[in-house]
């Protein structure tokens, strides 16, 4: 009897727990998300801001880059400042999300914030997602790379692209991890300013 007393608790709290993480996740899928900045982004090897003088890429620091082409494999690494705002009346968490950024319908880099982060309402918190990838496939689609040259080489300082950007929460169950059954998804604008 006792035993059967002690499962039914553990079983309630447990389902209390996932119950709360859900909500937690209901709150974050309304929350703002807002890319505030890039920065520490180095592309094989190469700081990016190097990469640019005067509006113009510079082509002496670019044979890292052609080096890296030609080994097909172009590693990306930086880290993405996300401002998530809470406008509602509920506490918005997750312990870990997996995540996808995408430029052009091109799949940028892909990784997981091992992180609990937690939004209490009506307040903002910054999360820095660090990104590495390797970005060959990207680059080697000339039309993609002609954009990504464009954007960054351009003398605007207020040029303007389109990142997507796709959190999948983990919810914790005991020592277990489910993951969420989509994606929060969510389109941000990103300026050369950003990154440079």
């Known amino acids: 009897m006792n035993r059967i007393y002690i499962l039914l608790m553990l079983t309630a709290f ?3 727990g996932v119950n709360q993480q859900a909500k937690q996740i209901k709150a974050l899928e309304n929350c703002k998300f807002e890319v505030q ?11 990016v801001l190097s990469l640019v003088k005067s509006g113009n890429v510079d082509m002496r620091s670019m044979s890292g880059v052609a080096l ?9 690494a930086g880290i993405l400042h996300l401002k ?14 997996q995540y996808q950024i995408l430029m052009k319908d091109q799949q940028l880099a892909t990784g997981i914030v091992n992180q609990q982060v937690k939004v209490l309402p009506g ?5 820095p997602v660090n990104i590495d990838a390797d970005v060959y496939g990207l680059l080697s689609n000339g039309a993609v790379l002609q954009e990504i040259i464009d954007f960054v080489g351009n003398d605007k300082p207020q040029q303007e692209s389109f990142l ?14 489910i993951n969420y059954p989509g994606w929060i998804s969510f389109d941000r604008k990103v300026t050369r300013n950003m990154l440079l």
């Open 68 to 76: 890296a082409m030609l080994r097909k494999e172009v590693p990306l």
């Open 164 to 177: 997507t950007i796709k959190l999948k929460p983990t919810l914790a169950i005991g020592n277990k991890t």
């Open 84 to 97: 998530i705002t809470n406008p509602t009346n509920n506490l918005a968490g997750i312990n870990q999300f």
């Open 14 to 16: 447990f389902a209390c």
């Open 123 to 127: 307040e903002s918190l910054e999360v």
């Open 37 to 47: 900045k890039v920065d520490s982004v180095f592309l094989a090897g190469t700081d």
